[in-house]
C-alpha cells in the first residue's frame, strides 16, 4: 500500500513539474514574442525624375506619393527608402539638371537616398546641390578620393519602431563604366566589400538593424549578403526589372523593385533585438496605377510648376506611330536616322541609353525627350573595315575605309580601341527629333 501511495505521490509531483515547466516555457515565448520589434521598411528605386505617370497610367510623383502615404498609414512604424537614381529620364531633369526631381521628391515623405550612377550624369558638384535641395540624406559608404574621404556621409541611423536602424550606402564597383570620362572628378566608387566592411562593423556596433541601401548589379547584391554577415537586409537598385522574390541567404534579405515608381515595395520585419536578427518577415510589390489613387494635391501642385515650364518646349506634336515601339525597334529607328541625317556608312546605339518605349499614336517631342534624356553628342570616326568595332562588323571589306557615326558616350566605352573619334557638334536628341519630323510616321 505504501508502494501504491508513493506512486501516486510521485506522479503528482510529476505532473505538477511538468505544468511548471510548460508555463514557464510559454512565458518565455511570450516575452519573446512581445521583445520582438516590428518595424515596415518602405522602398523605392530607379524613379528617374518620372515626374507624370507613363502611358499606361503608372507610376507618377503624385501617385508615388498617395500610395507611400496609404501604406505608412497603415503601419505604426515605418521608414522610406529610394536606392538611387533619382534623378535623368525626363525633359524636366534634363533641362534642369536634377534639381526638380529631389525638390519634388521631397513631398513623397523619403527618408534616406542613396547615390545612383546617374546623380553623376551632371557632373560631381552636382550632387552636393541635390543634398542641399533634399530633405533627405544623400548615402554611400564606397564613393571615396585618393585619401579615402567621402563625397556624402557614408551611413545614417534612423529610429523606427523602437530601433536604432542604421542605413548604409553603396554603390555600385562598376560605376566608371556608366559614365562619360570626367563626370566624377575626384571621386571614384571603391571595391564593395572591403569599402563597406568597417563601416558595416561600425554601424552595427551602433545601431539594432543593418540595412544597406544600394545601387547595383544583381551579383553584388548576393556578394554582400554572403561577405558582410553584419548585414541585415539589403534595398537595391539599378536593374530596372527588379526581383520577382527576395533574395535570401542565411536569414539575411535583399529586394529590390521595377523602375520608374510603378511599384512600391512594402517590408514587414519583426526583429529580435537580443539575437540582433530578423525574426521574420514578409515583402509584397505594389503597383502604382493613377486610376486607384487620388494624387496627393501638394506633390501634384509642383509637379505642374516644374512640367509647365518645359512643356512648350516638348508638348509639341512631330508625327504619328503605327504601334509601340520598344527597344529593339527604336535602336533600329535611331540608327537610321544617324545615316540618314550624317551620310555615314556605319551607325551604332547602344540599347542602354534608350530610355523609354514610343507608345503607338501621336508622337509628341517629349517622347524623344522620355527615350533619349541623355545629352549626348554625335562623334564620327573613320575605320578600316578589318578594324571596325564588333558591334557594326558584319559584312564590311577588310580594307575598305567606313565613316562610323556613333555617341559620345559609346565613343568613351570604346577609348581603348584606338578609334579616332570627332565631334560633330549635334546631339543625338536633336537628329532624331529632325529625322522624325521629317518623316512623320513610324516604323
Not at 539594432?208 to 539589403?234: N, Q, S
Not at 522574390?245 to 542565411?250: H, R, S, T
Not at 560633330?424 to 529632325?434: C, H, V
Request: proline share 5%.
Amino acid at each position: 500500500m505504501a508502494a501504491i501511495v508513493r506512486s501516486r505521490f510521485g506522479g503528482r509531483l510529476l505532473r505538477r513539474r511538468l505544468l511548471c515547466c510548460i508555463a514557464l516555457l510559454a512565458a518565455a515565448l511570450s516575452s519573446a514574442c512581445a521583445a520582438a520589434q516590428s518595424v515596415t521598411i518602405l522602398h523605392l528605386n530607379d524613379l528617374h525624375a518620372r515626374l507624370l505617370p507613363d502611358a499606361d497610367g503608372r507610376g507618377g510623383f503624385a501617385y508615388v506619393a498617395a500610395a507611400i502615404r496609404e501604406e505608412r498609414a497603415k503601419a505604426a512604424n515605418a521608414l522610406v527608402l529610394h536606392a538611387g537614381d533619382m534623378v535623368q529620364g525626363t525633359p524636366v531633369s534634363t533641362l534642369f539638371e536634377g534639381v526638380p526631381a529631389f525638390e519634388v521628391g521631397n513631398g513623397l515623405g523619403i527618408d534616406v537616398h542613396c547615390l545612383g550612377n546617374h546623380e553623376f550624369d551632371y557632373g560631381w558638384k552636382k550632387i552636393r546641390e541635390f543634398a542641399a535641395v533634399s530633405t533627405a540624406p544623400i548615402v554611400s559608404a564606397n564613393v571615396v578620393d585618393d585619401s579615402g574621404g567621402h563625397l556624402v556621409e557614408p551611413y545614417v541611423i534612423r529610429r523606427a519602431g523602437g530601433l536604432e536602424i542604421a542605413v548604409v550606402g553603396a554603390l555600385t564597383a562598376r560605376l566608371a563604366r556608366l559614365l562619360k570620362p570626367g563626370v566624377t572628378g575626384p571621386w571614384k566608387a571603391a571595391p564593395l566589400i572591403p569599402a563597406l566592411r568597417p563601416v558595416v562593423a561600425e554601424a552595427r556596433a551602433r545601431a539594432d538593424l543593418v540595412v544597406v541601401l544600394g545601387h547595383l548589379f544583381d551579383d553584388e547584391d548576393e556578394r554582400i549578403l554572403r561577405e558582410l554577415p553584419g548585414v541585415d537586409i539589403l534595398i537595391s537598385g539599378h536593374n530596372h526589372g527588379g526581383r520577382e522574390e527576395p533574395l535570401a541567404i542565411d536569414g539575411r534579405i535583399c529586394v529590390k523593385l521595377r523602375a520608374y515608381g510603378r511599384e512600391l515595395g512594402r517590408l514587414d520585419i519583426a526583429f529580435d533585438p537580443a539575437a540582433k536578427r530578423v525574426a521574420s518577415y514578409r515583402w509584397k510589390r505594389i503597383p502604382i496605377e493613377a486610376r486607384a489613387l487620388a494624387a496627393d494635391p501638394d506633390t501634384a501642385s509642383a509637379v505642374d510648376d516644374w512640367e509647365s515650364r518645359v512643356s512648350e518646349i516638348v508638348d509639341v506634336p512631330i508625327g504619328e506611330c503605327r504601334e509601340t515601339l520598344r527597344k529593339p525597334g527604336l535602336k533600329q529607328a535611331i540608327e537610321r536616322a544617324m545615316l540618314a541625317k550624317t551620310g555615314a556608312d556605319l551607325a551604332y546605339m547602344n540599347a542602354g541609353g534608350i530610355r523609354d518605349s514610343m507608345p503607338a499614336g501621336p508622337m509628341l517631342a517629349r517622347h524623344v525627350w522620355n527615350i533619349l534624356p541623355f545629352d549626348n553628342e554625335i562623334v564620327e570616326a573613320v575605320v578600316r573595315g578589318s578594324e571596325a568595332p564588333e558591334e557594326v562588323a558584319g559584312g564590311l571589306a577588310p580594307n575598305r575605309l567606313y565613316r562610323l557615326v556613333t555617341n559620345d558616350f559609346v565613343a568613351g566605352q570604346w577609348a581603348g580601341r584606338k578609334l579616332d573619334f570627332k565631334p560633330t557638334g549635334e546631339t543625338l536628341r536633336d537628329l532624331f527629333l529632325e529625322w522624325v519630323k521629317e518623316r512623320r510616321v513610324l516604323p
